[in-house]
């Protein structure tokens, strides 16, 4: 008997947040309809509405609170007294400050990450967009470098100019300072700390994208790498496979959540892809391989489970394997219900980060080290650095403890950057970041961000080796690929808020590095100044059961100055009716954005 509906090949269920089958618009509209009312109001609240009336009536608590104590502390206390308490205030915003400064960072960035960004990312590839569809095909790169410098810095102007008059508008009913005489009717002064909230996020939203958009204008624009140099004898080099974005299901025959049906069919790929990995591995030893995120579809126990089931067939591989987090594995809610969000009390984002921080433990805890803040060099292995907290770990895997929540909630940002040290002065040192942006909410899980600390942390881990070449791996892509697009969707990317900045910043610590991530599905190498960027592209992705798909061996060379990158190897792995993997050795030209 012949069933009517085969259920191995899925049905238009699967097809449901599909960025591959609908558009962003329809999939939007579906994530709006299923929204959990509540859920949203409160987080709005926690989110935004709290924070933003706290910054509203700060200016009015402060110059009150002034005010009061000025009128009180004038009668008691004078000489010696005034200076005790002048000493107690300093002492106690010093100590509170340095314990604030990071939450202050993680919302200021959140912010950025929830509006600003979206919105200055839209208008400079809309600009973009529309330019480069009137460009001449004749047109040279350097002209395409200039226009995109001058589409950012004018998206910038495009998001801020309405801003500021709104600005203009609500400054008349803003009022920064309160006095004793206030207290007797503090009703108006709620009004005027809404005012100020609004004018307060309203300038810093035009004063961002102006940021933003001069930031972007400014960098070296990238640019796509299309030749390779030849092999230098007597140099040292590494051969790295760079995987990325495999999105591991728990289901024999699951589809995963952005290419749905596109897709092929469970982990069957992936494991070709481990084959064909371990095939060049007998043939010709790799040294080291990449996985720069998205390991699981959404950070499930039981995607973790097959993940580890698949490596444990490959252990030559998996002695070599490294990995970090992607937003799939810590900040998608739920792979059945994308409109779902987590509340930030919630432990759901939390346990995501427990899982994956076991995973980073199983994958290279002794391979790895953590940045010593307080000296700056690479200091205890992963393994010795999580020893202190398994049993917290555990135990919230285990109950939802909220106790145990917070000690994963200070334990996940001290983790990062991972430092695996080159193995001698001279030899390759790989930074393993993590890039994904503190979110709660469908619309903004895919977003990166680069924090300071972090940043800091790799600044002085590669000052430790002075003389060492430095892989730096993360999942974002730090900026938008220069390639022509069918569609403005295409473009709308989800680069690193800070991508500019970081950049820059990555320049100044190790300008002749090798930048490595994911996230985008895109087939592309290119270089920002003399930083070279590499986006794999999925094995898993938007190829159907019978399409093809590749990875890429990189040869990384120790030039005299930098890391130089010689041809790739094209690793192809072929569809369910066309047999297995082979290996094609010949140079690749990148020409195409094709996901």
Known sequence: MTAIIDPRRGDIEDDASSTERHSLVSLAGS??????????????????????????????????????????????LSGAGSLLLLGLLVGAGWFGGRRLLPVAERSFWSLTALAVQPAYAIAREALRHLVEKALPGSASAEARATLRAVMAALAGLAVAVPTVWLIAALWPATRWSAGLADLAAPWPLVGAAAANATVAVASYFAASALTWGIADALMDQPRTVTAFPEATPGRTRWRIAHLSDIHIVGETYGFRIECGRAGPRGNERLAQVLAALEAVHAREPLDLVLLTGDVTDAGRSAEWAVFFDLLAAHPRLAERLLILPGNHDVNVVDRANPARLDLPFAPGKRLRQARMISALAAVQGDRVHVVDRATGKPGATLAAALAPHRAAIAAFADTGARRCGRTIAGLWPALFPLIRPPAAPDGLGVVLLDSNADTHFSFTNALGLMTTDQMGAVAAACAAFPAARWLIALHHHPVEYPMPAKTLSERIGTALV????????????????????????????????????????????????????????????????????????????AGADAGRAVANDTAMVVTSAAR
């Open 498 to 573: 800070n991508g500019s900045w970081f950049v820059r910043r990555l320049q100044a610590i190790a300008p002749g590095a090798v930048v490595m991530h994911g996230h985008r599905h895109v087939d592309w190498i290119g270089r920002c100044g003399a930083l070279r960027i590499v986006s794999a592209p999925s094995p898993v992705m938007a190829a159907g059961d019978g399409g093809e798909t590749h990875v890429y061996v990189h040869t990384l060379e120790a030039g005299p100055e930098r890391l130089e990158m010689l041809a790739p190897t094209r690793i192809t792995i």
């Open 31 to 76: 994530l709006l309809a299923e929204i959990s009312l509540p859920k949203l109001a409160t987080a709005w609240v926690l989110l935004i509405a709290v924070p933003a009336l706290v910054v509203g009536a700060a200016p009015l608590a402060v110059t009150l609170w002034f005010a009061t104590l000025s009128s009180k502390l004038a009668t008691v």
